[in-house]
C-alpha cells in the first residue's frame, strides 16, 4: 500500500515537472512582454509599452500579417486535399496504400532543411519566381502530409455498411461523402487541420529558402533582427493568446452541441 502510494506521488511530481519545462517559458515570456524596462531578466514594472512598439512598428505588423495568410491559406488547401488523400488511400489496395504511405511520411521524417532546398530547387526549375505564390505552395506541400497522417487512423475505425447502406439509400457518392463519411471523422478533420496550422506558423528553414526579397514570416522578423526587442515578447504573447482561444473553441463547441443534443432527446 505504501509502495502504490509512494509511486503515486512520483508520478504527480514527475508529471509537474514535467508540466513546469514545457509552459514555465512560455510564461516568462508572456510576463516580460509587461515589462516596463528593457531587460530581459529584471521585471521592473507593469507596463503595455511594448505592445504599442508592436502595432507601430510596421514591418512586424507586416510579418505578422503574412504569416497569418500564408498559415491560414496553407491549413485550409492542406486539409481538404489531405483529408480527400486519405479517405482516397482508405478505399485503395493495400499495396498501393502501404506504398503511398510510405512516400507520404518521407517530407514529416526528412531534416527541414533537405525539403526546403528540394523545394527551392523544383521552383527555380519550372522558372517560377520566388515570392508569396511558392511560399505558399511549399508550405500547403509540408502541411499535406500530416492531414493524411492524423486523418488515416480515423478511417481505419469506420464502419464501410454505413457508406454503403447511404449509396444503397439513393444518396450519391458525393453526398454520402459529405452526410456520412465527413461528420464521423471531422474531430481527426479539425486535428489535421490545428497541427498543419501550427506547423505553418512555426516554419522558418523552408520559408527562409522558398520566399522572395521584402516578405518577411514572424520566424524570419525575428531572424534578421539585429537586436532582441521585448516587442517580439508582446507578439508572441498574442499569438499564444489566440492559439489557446482557437483550441478552447476546438474543444467547447462540440460539448455544447453534445448538451444541447442530450436535452433535446425526449
Known amino acids: ?3 502504490r502510494r509512494t509511486s503515486k ?3 504527480s511530481a514527475y508529471l509537474v515537472v514535467v508540466l513546469l519545462f514545457i509552459y514555465l517559458p512560455i510564461g516568462y515570456l508572456v510576463l516580460f512582454s509587461f515589462n516596463e524596462g528593457k531587460s530581459m531578466t529584471n521585471f521592473s514594472g507593469f507596463s503595455l509599452k511594448w505592445y504599442e512598439n508592436m502595432f507601430s512598428n510596421r514591418m512586424m505588423i507586416e510579418s505578422i500579417t503574412t504569416t497569418l495568410i500564408v498559415a491560414v491559406v496553407a491549413t485550409v488547401v492542406s486539409t481538404v486535399v489531405g483529408t480527400v488523400a486519405a479517405i482516397g488511400l482508405s478505399k485503395a489496395k493495400r499495396i498501393l496504400r502501404s506504398i503511398v504511405l510510405e512516400v507520404n511520411n518521407l517530407p514529416v521524417m ?4 533537405v525539403t526546403a532546398i528540394g523545394l527551392m530547387l523544383l521552383f527555380i526549375s519550372i522558372k517560377l519566381q520566388l515570392g508569396m505564390v511558392t ?5 500547403i506541400s509540408f502541411c499535406i502530409p500530416y492531414v493524411i497522417l492524423t486523418v488515416m487512423p480515423k478511417l481505419r475505425q469506420l464502419d464501410d455498411n454505413v457508406a454503403e447502406a447511404a449509396l444503397d439509400l439513393g444518396a450519391t457518392p458525393f453526398k ?3 452526410k456520412v463519411i465527413i ?13 498543419a496550422f501550427s506547423m ?6 523552408v520559408s527562409y529558402f522558398n520566399t522572395g526579397a521584402g516578405i518577411n514570416t514572424i520566424s524570419m522578423y525575428v531572424y534578421s533582427m539585429k537586436r532582441y526587442n521585448l516587442s517580439v515578447n508582446s507578439m508572441s504573447t498574442l499569438i499564444v493568446v489566440v492559439v489557446t482561444l482557437i483550441l478552447i473553441l476546438v474543444n467547447l463547441i462540440p460539448w455544447i452541441k453534445d448538451k444541447k443534443a442530450q436535452k433535446e432527446e425526449p
Do not use: E, K
Request: no cysteine; proline share 8%.
Open 1 to 3: 500500500m505504501r509502495t
Open 9 to 11: 506521488i512520483f508520478s
Open 110 to 113: 526528412n531534416p527541414d532543411i
Open 135 to 139: 511560399l505558399i505552395l511549399s508550405h
Open 176 to 178: 454520402a461523402l459529405i
Open 183 to 195: 461528420p464521423q471523422i471531422l474531430p481527426a478533420i479539425i486535428s489535421g487541420a490545428l497541427i
Open 200 to 205: 505553418s506558423l512555426d516554419d522558418f528553414v
